[in-house]
């Protein structure tokens, strides 16, 4: 049987029964993909004050915004740049190697980061840390071989879990070991603390990151099938090549761009990162500006505590809703309608604003709305989970899917470079200048989403019983 380009590979099979997962090796890559938002959330807390600290913006607060959006996009340029090449190397080499490669890569720039004391050096640390890693789209390459259309909803409905507890573990130690001299004196008492005080959440990620890369060698299985053929597959591992053509290849990257069915998820996946990045760089820059240019003046420390509390609360909420959503109502509803709750959680921001220019604190109606406000965060968490179902079942066959995940992870990468520098800084000149009373970033976030909800329209239905 000889699997067209254009077409979807699981449109080629019969319908099965639902697979059970293979707990062992996604147990193993959710384990690694875990290096990600412990590596790139874990700054969050601290980077404004850090970008106070270096004197770079001349003592103006304000500005503040367009220094943390360049170090926090800074990983996502070079990744964009880099992450296709290593998606296409993985389709030839494998998934294994580049994983290493990537997680080796992590674990340094992470280091580097928090031995830097110089606003040049904290951007050659992380554009280390986006060159050399395209792990992201590897590990859903991984996902996708080692399941299939029954089950795979399922396997990808974990990853906003993964991320969720990231979420609320990376800020948890980014924020509480942050200046540990001044926190435990008698631990950290020495000179070093004093000179490098955001060494020792960089270093907890760096170690997370090394110690991911001696399970990935030791236990994780390749899953391209082109590096089993002639092997006995792992055990946990389908053996998915009598489904598809042995002379079977890559498809060549001009005709996926040319390809509609390819192309609508992969847009929707960019515009819905760069809505998302946007927020997120925004929640810890309004968090933590002082009140009297309309923040909410909270502590490193407190920012860290809400988003754990977001982590737990999300992971919970995806664990217990998103999977059972995806069977009840299909893909492109969950979707549609999970996107729309973007809508009120941007409008709590100026609420927020507004009521702390009457309060001049943070009572009891701004910590209503910073729950609301994150509460509505875990909803539109659920639209990742489906969106890489659309991704990879668009895949013309499953030997392509590293090109498939590497043009996902290029798009939203961009996305996630031009997200936080571009809505920092927005937020940073609607501030300066009081555009519509400092809520033009908002109203720019608004329009982004509009043309979101727009191509989610675009996507196809799924049958769920398809395998």
């Not at 590990?139 to 991320?163: H, R, W």
């Not at 005709?255 to 819905?272: C, D, E, F, R």
Request: net charge neutral.
């Amino acid at each position: 049987m000889t699997t067209d380009e254009s077409t979807p590979l699981l449109e080629n099979t019969q319908a099965k029964a639902k697979t059970p997962l293979p707990k062992t090796q996604l147990g193993l890559v959710l384990f690694v993909l875990f290096t990600e938002p412990m590596s790139a959330q874990y700054i969050f807390p601290f980077i404004n004050q850090l970008i106070r600290e270096l004197g770079v913006t001349g003592g103006d607060d304000r500005k503040i915004g367009y220094y943390a959006g360049i170090i926090e996009s800074l990983f996502f340029v070079t990744q964009a740049l880099t992450v296709l090449s290593w998606s296409r190397l993985s389709d030839h080499v494998g998934r294994k190697p580049v994983l290493l490669i990537g997680l080796m890569g992590l674990s340094m720039s992470n280091l580097c980061f928090g031995l830097s004391r110089t606003f040049w050096a904290l951007v050659a640390s992380r554009c280390i840390a986006g060159a050399l890693n395209g792990n992201a789209g590897v590990m859903k390459s991984i996902i996708g071989e080692i399941t299939d259309n029954t089950n795979m909803a399922q396997a990808f409905a974990l990853l906003p879990i993964v991320f969720s507890v990231g979420a609320s573990i990376a800020p948890l130690f980014g924020g509480g070991l942050a200046k540990p001299h001044d926190h435990w004196p008698e631990l950290f008492s020495g000179s070093f603390w004093v000179q490098y005080p955001y060494f020792l959440p960089c270093l907890v990620s760096a170690s997370y990151a090394a110690f991911s890369f001696f399970i990935t060698a030791l236990f994780l299985g390749e899953s391209l099938p082109s590096k089993r053929h002639g092997k006995v597959p792992h055990p946990e591992i389908p053996s998915i090549d009598a489904q598809i053509d042995p002379g079977s290849s890559p498809v060549p990257i001009g005709t996926l761009l040319k390809t509609y069915s390819v192309m609508i998820p992969i847009a929707n996946y960019g515009i819905l990162a760069l809505v998302d990045i946007g927020f997120f760089a925004l929640v810890p820059l309004f968090y933590s500006s002082p009140i009297e240019i309309g923040g909410l003046g909270l502590s490193p420390f407190a920012i860290g505590m809400c988003m754990m509390a977001f982590g737990i609360g999300n992971g919970l909420f995806q664990m217990l809703v998103t999977a059972r959503a995806v069977d009840r109502f299909g893909p492109r509803r969950v979707f549609c309608s999970t996107i729309l709750a973007f809508f009120p959680i941007i409008a709590t921001f100026p609420a927020m604003n507004w009521v702390i220019q009457i309060q001049k604190e943070v009572g009891p109606a701004i910590w209503t709305l910073i729950v609301t406000q994150l509460l509505l965060w875990s909803v539109v968490n659920m639209s990742y989970g489906v969106i890489f179902v659309f991704i990879t079942r668009a895949s013309p066959n499953k030997y392509s899917l590293g090109t498939m995940n590497g043009l996902s992870q290029t798009t939203t990468s961009f996305a996630r470079a031009v997200g936080p520098a571009a809505f920092t800084s927005l937020f940073a000149f609607s501030k300066e200048y009081n555009l519509l009373g400092g809520n033009l970033v908002y109203i720019v976030l608004l329009i982004v989403l509009c043309l979101l909800v727009f191509l989610s329209r675009c996507l196809p239905e799924l049958k769920k019983d398809e395998p």
